[in-house]
């Protein structure tokens, strides 16, 4: 999974399969690290790039419905200065640049928004504390 951050806001995909939105993301092939993996992933979902390596933030386990599968996910945080254009394909219908607090259309799924939040202070290198501190000085 990546969180990937450009201008404050985080990269959501709409998966058509799942109608949902979420964080880009997808399986490790063969050969590939978890970390290439996400660079993939994300420009085969979103036609985006990371500016630098996309850096490791953790592990994510959750369960999925009906089988109640676990699962475990490494989750990955960059940012990009340029956002690149998109095109629609048979597993993404739309991406979205979103701040965390506007409503998007349709379904988002709840790990995706926690994940999100949690890479928002590790992308930024700054926790919202420390820009308060900053902004008041």
């Given at each position: 999974m990546v969180a990937i951050w450009h201008a404050e806001r985080v990269l959501m995909v709409f998966d058509r399969w799942r109608q949902s939105w979420e964080l880009p993301g997808g399986r490790v092939e063969e050969g590939e690290s978890p970390?290439?993996?996400?660079?993939?992933?994300?420009?085969?979902?979103?036609?985006?790039?990371?500016?630098?390596?996309?850096?490791?933030?953790?592990?994510?386990?959750?369960?999925?419905?009906?089988?109640?599968?676990?699962?475990y996910a490494a989750l990955f945080a960059g940012r990009t200065a340029t956002v690149r254009g998109f095109l629609a394909n048979e597993e993404i219908a739309d991406i979205r640049w979103w701040n965390l607090r506007d409503v998007l259309p349709g379904r988002v799924q709840p790990l995706d928004v926690y994940l999100a939040r949690l890479t928002r202070v590790s992308a930024s290198g700054l926790s919202h504390c420390q820009r308060r501190g900053q902004n008041s000085s």
């Open positions: 970390r290439q993996a996400a660079a993939r992933e994300l420009l085969e979902e979103s036609a985006q790039e990371p500016d630098g390596p996309l850096r490791f933030i953790g592990y994510a386990g959750f369960v999925l419905a009906p089988d109640q599968r676990a699962e």
